[in-house]
């Protein structure tokens, strides 16, 4: 077993570099740290490269079913532990983190492998995009579209935030409005376009949803853009019972994607 | 007007103690910075003891509705820009901030006040936390207890999640799990006690929920305690479709009250 120690090491040094953003995009990887999410990555299918681990992690008897699933999809690099604590950006990477390949559909695959879809537009905080997709995921959808001005989906926090969610799922990001509003109006025309809306006639346990969709949550602080509004093919509002004005952005998504979830089922135990 | 400039004033040195918890606790207050929260304290019937304000803030004309009223209220404390800033724990208090007392119910006043009530058990995060007051009460329930080992209540950070959620809903925290079965059990025994339950048999979206309820929530890791659950008069469950084996706890919160407020306003339309 070749144990790196130097941090001039090209392996490391490549691996360093990835912790740039701007690096990850460029190579079309994202960097998984802990058992647990690379357990969940493993599950969900994900496309490994590379696994850094330590000594230790690697001769304990508890990873032994992970490490021989690992074995087969990935190249080993074992590493110091305090070289891999030194380049993880958790405190306690737990003795291993991973290099995956990003899944990410492009173009009209992507419409042909998700029924339910949740639209993100300009989400900024990386723990309620997380929670919205790990929502997402609980409530049936298959796919999540992140316009541009979103927060990176790649991104540790927001990953760590899906509890593994995000490897269960199709994922589109970077998508302009423009784009998007263009492909919807052709290939995707079959979607029922929907929005939240305060102004909306409707309440979201009124409306009867298709079961192809596309459900719209906006900015935190500013709501979903005009003209996603407008193009919105229906238009429903959750009821506001006390002294408060808007729903943080996760809440509204889980409230309507429950409720569809929730139709569903009525319709299957009727 | 008398503008303190020293942080040796001594009504500074009291404000800066008040920056500790322990401190706050004793004092039976907490502190609100920024103009947004202070207008939500006020709109709730929040009991102001100090106001501290720059004298730029004093004399803009776009505050001057604010400050008639809070002058009605509050002691006005007249401060140097720098020095608030120096104090406050978030980078810009905007150039205001206030003393609250605590609005805390005792015993069994609260029960009097609160028909639906969110009970929270051992919620760790403040975003988690804060989000979860916001929801409860958008969704109409009237009261929030939060067992020990619960953040507090009154720490910034919840509060400012809560968005102004905070001063309109009766609060009862710091309650042991056994004095509150304990409570439950005598003069309350007219609630529902209902627990979120993985194994439980009934949707919620198939449940009759009771007028009067107590609806509770578990620690973010962990779940509800053993002994609540076993308390319970019903269990629900939310469906999970996807490769996810729990939801976040805010969510679960969101998608039951909202189930519950839904079937209200269904009967009403009805």
Redesign the interface.
């Known amino acids: 077993m070749n144990i790196i120690s130097s941090s001039q090491n090209d392996k490391v040094k490549y691996l360093n570099k990835l912790y740039r953003s701007r690096n990850r995009r460029k190579e079309g990887v994202f960097i998984l740290e802990g058992k647990r999410l690379i357990e969940a990555a493993l599950?969900?299918g994900a496309d490994f490269r590379q696994v850094f681990l330590t000594p230790a992690f690697f001769k304990s008897a508890e990873n032994d079913n992970l490490l021989a699933d690992l074995k087969l999809k990935a190249e080993f690099i074992y590493i110091e532990e305090d070289l891999l604590k030194e380049t993880a950006s958790t405190v306690n990477p737990q003795g291993i983190l991973a290099v995956v390949n990003e899944s990410v559909f492009k173009g009209n695959d992507f419409y042909q492998q998700a029924e339910k879809i949740l639209l993100l537009d300009r989400i900024q905080d990386p723990?309620n995009m997380g929670?919205m997709i790990?929502?997402?995921?609980?409530?049936?959808?298959d796919g999540i579209i992140a316009l541009k001005g979103s927060v990176d989906i790649f991104n540790q926090k927001v990953i760590r935030a899906t509890?593994?969610?995000i490897?269960?799922?199709a994922i589109r990001q970077k998508l302009s409005q423009e784009n998007f509003l263009a492909e919807i109006k052709s290939e995707a025309a079959e979607y029922e376009l929907l929005a939240a809306d305060i102004q909306a006639e409707e309440?979201?346990?009124e409306h009867q949803y298709q079961d192809n969709l596309i459900l719209m949550i906006g900015n935190e602080a500013n709501g979903l853009d005009q003209q996603l509004l407008e193009s919105a093919t229906s238009k429903i509002k959750?009821?506001?019972?006390?002294?408060?004005?808007?729903?943080?952005a996760?809440?509204a998504a889980?409230?309507i994607s429950?409720?569809i979830?929730?139709q569903q089922?009525?319709n299957k135990l009727n």
């Open positions: 599950a969900g723990g929670t790990r929502t997402a995921v609980a409530a049936g959808f509890m593994g969610g490897f269960s799922i309440y979201h346990f959750i009821p506001l019972a006390g002294e408060i004005e808007s729903l943080n996760a809440v889980s409230v429950f409720e979830l929730s089922l009525k």
